[in-house]
C-alpha cells in the first residue's frame, strides 16, 4: 500500500494499545494520537476545577475550552500534565467524563481534524473503528486475558480496571465493542515486533 495510512486501534485498558500503536507509527513513519489521552486531560482538568462528573454542562464546557496538545508530551492550558493524567484519581474519573456526549462530539471532531491536518496516522482508543474512522485503511481490537492487563495497570488495580471496562463497554454512546471489519489481536501472546510485523502485511 503506498500514500497515507490511517490504521485504528481499539480494545479495553491495557490491551496494549499505546505500546503497539508506537511501534506500528515508528515503523511506518507516521503520527500517532493517543484519544485516551485527551478524555483524561479532561478529567483532569475536571477534578482540578473541583467540577462533579455528573454536572454534564460543567464537564462538556471544560472540554470546549481546553486548550490541548496531546503528543509525546500532554498539555492543558499550557501545563505538563503528561504524568498527571495517568494517576488513579483520573483513571476513576476518566470514564464518567468519557461517557458524556458533549464531550464526545467535541473530542471526535479534534481528532478527525488532527487526522486531516496529518494526512493520516494511527489513532488508538475506544472508539476509532466504529465511529471516530470508520474508513480507516485497516482496524485493529486489542485483547488480553484479564490477569494480563490487571498486571500491565497495577497501579490503578484490578478491580478499578474492571469497573472503567464496564463503564466502557456499557454506556449508551459509542461504546467500547469490536468494530465491524477490524481484526482481533491477543497481544499476551505475540510480542510487539511479531504484531507489527504481521499488521504491516495487512496493509
Ligand atoms: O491506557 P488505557 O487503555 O488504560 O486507557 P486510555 O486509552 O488512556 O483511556 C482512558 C479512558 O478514556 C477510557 O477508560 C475511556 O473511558 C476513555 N476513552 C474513550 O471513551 N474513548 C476513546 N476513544 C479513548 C478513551
Known amino acids: 500500500m503506498s500514500g497515507p495510512v490511517t490504521i485504528a ?12 500503536s508506537r511501534a506500528l507509527a515508528a515503523r511506518l513513519g507516521v503520527g ?3 484519544t485516551g ?10 477534578l482540578q476545577r473541583g467540577i462533579d462528573t455528573a454536572e ?6 471544560v472540554a ?11 498539555t492543558a492550558d ?3 500534565i ?7 484519581e483520573v483513571s476513576a474519573a476518566v470514564s464518567p467524563v468519557a461517557a458524556n456526549p458533549a464531550v464526545r462530539a467535541v473530542m471526535v471532531a479534534r481528532q478527525r481534524a488532527w487526522v486531516a491536518e496529518h494526512g493520516g496516522g494511527v489513532v488508538e482508543g475506544r472508539d476509532i473503528g466504529s465511529v471516530v474512522l470508520p474508513d480507516a485503511d485497516l482496524k485493529l481490537y486489542l485483547t488480553a486475558s484479564p490477569e494480563v492487563r490487571a498486571a500491565r495497570r497495577s497501579e490503578e488495580g ?5 469497573r472503567r471496562d464496564r463503564l466502557d463497554s456499557t454506556r449508551a454512546l459509542s461504546p467500547l465493542e469490536v468494530p465491524d471489519g477490524a481484526r482481533v489481536i491477543d497481544t499476551g501472546a505475540l510480542g510487539v515486533d511479531e504484531i507489527v510485523e504481521e499488521v504491516v502485511a495487512w496493509l
Request: glycine content about 10%; proline content about 4%; charged content about 30%.
Open 78 to 80: 499550557g501545563t505538563d
Open 158 to 162: 484490578a478491580e478499578a480496571v474492571a
Open 9 to 20: 486501534i481499539d480494545g479495553p485498558a491495557g490491551s496494549g494499545k499505546s505500546t503497539l
Open 64 to 74: 470546549r475550552t481546553l486548550d490541548l496538545e496531546v503528543g509525546d508530551r500532554v
Open 82 to 88: 503528561t504524568e498527571a493524567i495517568r494517576g488513579p
Open 56 to 61: 454534564l454542562d460543567a464537564v462538556a464546557e
Open 37 to 46: 489521552a485527551m478524555y483524561r486531560s479532561v478529567a483532569w482538568a475536571v
Open 32 to 34: 500517532r494520537l493517543d
